[in-house]
């Protein structure tokens, strides 16, 4: 596994100059979006002032546009292992690709066919599969263990049936860090001939994807999680995209992917998806991802998000101390060094006495970013008992964050519970 060079990933990031009251911002908010590289800024100002066209025309522009939307294919399909650049949909956010999808799968299926979400997920994951049951679609819930925030596969096993066409999991928690067993849950799914919805929003900046390897038939993610701009981006296998019928506007393009990417795309987004997978290609010791042909653009990533995992273990182990040592501060889903593996860098937690909001307002105050509430994972905070208590305080590190930065946060969250 190779080794960050720290300082040049610190480099790299502008925003990480930022400063409140002379003392540097630490990012701890990432779970709600990274901060971008200068190559991401660079890409979206380079295109605005070069490259800005709409696409398929004869002039350089156009053409350029087109080069654009290419390479932010084929880079996107090299991040998560796809065949194909063909299998690759862009949207304005996975939420919206969510819904699209939904609607579409929901019209290929019949009343009474059934779809698994989980009692865990971001509601992104969950409420595009609930509209479907005005169609008659039944969904069923896999129950999410309390005492350490991982699922119960035990009940999935038993909701699952030939009725099932569907199980939509997401990869990691964005509210307690849970990495769930997306490969496991896939081979039971496909043990009855369902499909596999992937949300790997959360889990995207923090490690390797592989859709073949988890066996996923989609997979969804959004560019500003990995340190790009906002959009969102779909994996599916060829042959079901291929198979739904998209809602489209006549003179639209019939066939995948095109035919998902309702409207005109943004193309400045996509311009810097080709800065952020640039970035992550330097990263991995790649820094020309598109000059080193699909299986050299793969490794040169997949280098990148095993370093990163790497790092994020040392800090995820160094931030689990601290904040277990923390009087007064519950943590909610894996709390041991033990299962480091099994989570990542985010951690959700309340201090007792202190209403959620106020803690991340203190800590905001002090230049430590960190969000508070329940992150759209409202059956979760249910079920945790917090959603009448203004749910939980979220840090999410990631591999720009560093070990004073963790220190700074548990010595400021000490003195709040003092
Ligand atoms: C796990 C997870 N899924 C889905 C979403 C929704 O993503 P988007 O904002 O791209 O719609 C988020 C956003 O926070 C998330 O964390």
């Known amino acids: 596994m190779s080794k960050?060079?720290?300082?040049?990933?610190?480099?790299?990031?502008?925003?990480?100059?930022?400063?409140?009251?002379?003392?540097?911002?630490?990012?701890f908010d990432n779970p709600a979006g990274t901060q971008v590289p200068r190559r991401v800024i660079d890409a979206m100002g380079n295109y605005l002032a070069c490259a800005n066209a709409n696409t398929h025309g004869d002039f350089l522009t156009s053409q350029r546009t087109d080069a654009v939307i290419a390479q932010a294919r084929q880079l996107s399909a090299a991040f998560v292992g796809a065949r194909s650049p063909n299998e690759i949909v862009f949207g304005a956010?996975?939420?919206?690709?969510?819904?699209?999808?939904?609607?579409?799968?929901?019209?290929?299926?019949?009343?009474g066919d059934e779809v698994i979400v989980t009692d865990l997920d971001h509601d992104a994951n969950i409420s595009p599969w609930l509209e479907l049951t005005e169609r008659g679609i039944v969904v069923r819930r896999?129950?999410?263990?309390?005492?350490?925030?991982?699922?119960?596969?035990?009940?999935?096993?038993?909701?699952?049936?030939?009725?099932?066409r569907l199980v939509a999991v997401g990869y990691a928690s964005n509210a307690l860090g849970t990495i769930n067993d997306?490969?496991?849950?896939?081979?039971?799914?496909?043990s009855v001939g369902a499909r596999v919805w992937v949300d790997a929003v959360h889990y995207g900046p923090h490690g390797p994807i592989d859709v073949q390897a988890i066996e996923a038939d989609y997979l969804v993610c959004s560019a500003y999680k990995f340190f790009g701009p906002h959009l969102g981006i779909l994996w599916g296998k060829e042959?079901?995209?291929?198979?739904?019928?998209?809602?489209?506007?006549?003179?639209?393009?019939?066939?995948?992917?095109?035919?998902?990417?309702?409207?005109?795309?943004?193309?400045?987004?996509?311009?810097?998806?080709?800065?952020?997978?640039?970035?992550l290609g330097e990263l991995g010791g790649a820094p020309d991802l598109l000059a080193q042909g699909a299986?050299?653009?793969?490794?040169g990533l997949l280098r990148a998000m095993h370093a990163v995992r790497g790092y994020e273990l040392e800090l995820g182990a160094q931030l689990l101390q601290g904040l277990t040592s923390v009087r007064g501060l519950r943590l909610y889903g894996l709390s041991s060094a033990a299962e480091l593996q099994r989570r990542v860098p985010t951690f959700g937690f309340t201090l007792e006495g202190k209403d959620s909001s106020d803690v991340s307002r203190s800590l905001a105050e002090q230049g430590i970013f960190t969000w508070a509430g329940h992150h759209y994972a409202l059956t979760l905070m249910d079920r945790l008992g917090l959603s009448e208590q203004?749910?939980?305080?979220?840090?999410g590190a990631v591999h720009y964050n560093t070990a004073s930065e963790v220190e700074r946060l548990i010595g400021a969250l000490q003195a709040l519970s003092r």
């Open 295 to 299: 299986a050299g653009a793969r490794a």
């Open 4 to 27: 960050l060079d720290h300082a040049w990933v610190r480099s790299q990031f502008p925003a990480l100059g930022l400063t409140l009251a002379e003392r540097p911002v630490a990012f």
């Open 93 to 111: 956010n996975m939420t919206t690709l969510t819904y699209s999808l939904s609607r579409a799968l929901g019209r290929s299926w019949a009343a």
């Open 142 to 164: 896999i129950p999410v263990q309390l005492h350490d925030g991982t699922l119960d596969l035990d009940s999935f096993q038993r909701l699952l049936s030939r009725k099932t």
């Open 390 to 395: 203004g749910g939980v305080v979220r840090v």
């Open 182 to 190: 997306v490969g496991r849950i896939a081979q039971m799914a496909h």
């Open 239 to 279: 042959s079901h995209l291929d198979e739904l019928r998209a809602s489209q506007v006549r003179p639209a393009p019939r066939t995948s992917p095109e035919k998902f990417e309702t409207g005109t795309k943004n193309h400045e987004g996509l311009a810097g998806l080709v800065g952020a997978f640039g970035y």
